[in-house]
């Protein structure tokens, strides 16, 4: 049996381009992998196949062919030529649907946990390399830290971080589609076409995020968060608008949209005023959870 954990993230730039003709966006963003983690554990077995337990909702995860975890480890082994199978066991913690990016851990996590159990051996360069071809959030997964993604989000290059960042996520009841999100973001900006300066089709990473990571000044950071999908996701579902709110006057240094959402994470400027935010959202009958960042990516555990 082999154990690997794998982190969720929170987007702290997230900077979409226009729509382009192939129906895609170009994005830039500033990722960082924090403490809430997906917990994978890999036996072996003659086919693929998975159960799914958690702190979180499951009811709308499968547990088939489709599932990202099982088309990583199917991909693994058609590249390393391995004809066995495996049976996974997996314990999440990372909202669904969330945009925390906990299908992609999961999809990491079984990436790393097949490499060790099956012998494959392959290099940290191949595993990126697969993970590039099962989505844009599962090689930051793998990698882990603070990174900067563009492209697609799957060009990804380490970013200098110092210190540790402390976190307070609001978890969701319901779950926001990517696509639905970006198509609001699309009908968003064609109705507002006369209000705000068009997108570029390659946007870029502002460099005030890059010297609050640099500097783990988390004032500086709150100032220049920023997520192009927020107005589209709080559209989708107004209920945020009043939590983003509640967070903030109750001690966030500033509260964002999750990635696509319905998660939000609340930036405190210390450990003290975390746990502080915590005590009052979750008094207020609100699922949080605390987090710190950054941490590393898919690990086996001992």
Not at 64 to 93: M, Q, T
Request: some cysteine; proline content about 5%; glycine content about 10%.
């Amino acid at each position: 049996m082999v154990h690997v954990r794998a982190p969720g993230k929170i987007n702290v730039l997230l900077r979409v381009g226009a729509l382009l003709d192939d129906g895609y966006h170009e994005v830039a963003s500033a990722y960082q992998a924090v403490s809430l983690y997906e917990e994978i554990y890999a036996f072996p077995a003659d086919d693929f196949s998975m159960t799914i337990t958690g702190s979180v909702d499951i009811s709308g995860v499968p547990t088939d062919g489709s599932n990202l975890a099982i088309r990583a480890a199917r991909l693994l082994a058609k590249h390393a030529k391995y004809r066995g199978g495996v049976r996974f066991e997996v314990e999440k913690n990372v909202p669904v649907a969330g945009g925390m990016g906990g299908g992609s851990a999961d999809a990491a996590a079984a990436l790393v946990a097949c490499d060790a159990l099956w012998g494959t051996r392959l290099s940290r360069e191949e595993l990126v390399m697969l993970a590039s071809e099962l989505g844009a959030d599962v090689p930051f997964a793998l990698m882990g830290g603070t990174a900067i993604g563009t492209g697609r989000g799957d060009r990804l290059s380490p970013a200098l971080a110092s210190g540790h960042f402390e976190w307070v996520i609001v978890l969701s009841d319901s779950g926001l589609s990517t696509p639905s999100v970006y198509a609001e973001l699309d009908a968003h900006r064609a109705r507002h076409v006369n209000d705000i300066a068009p997108a570029p089709e390659s946007p870029s990473v502002d460099t005030a995020v890059l010297t609050a990571l640099r500097q783990g000044d988390p004032v500086m950071l709150a100032e220049s968060m920023q997520n192009d999908l927020q107005a589209a996701a709080l559209h989708l579902d107004p209920s945020l608008v009043a939590l983003l709110e509640r967070g903030e006057e109750r001690g966030a240094l500033v509260g964002i949209v999750s990635g696509s959402g319905p998660t939000l994470a609340f930036l405190a400027e210390d450990a003290g005023s975390a746990a502080e935010l915590h005590r009052a959202l979750a008094t207020s009958g609100l699922n949080v959870v605390r987090a710190t960042g950054p941490v590393h990516g898919a690990r086996v555990v001992e």
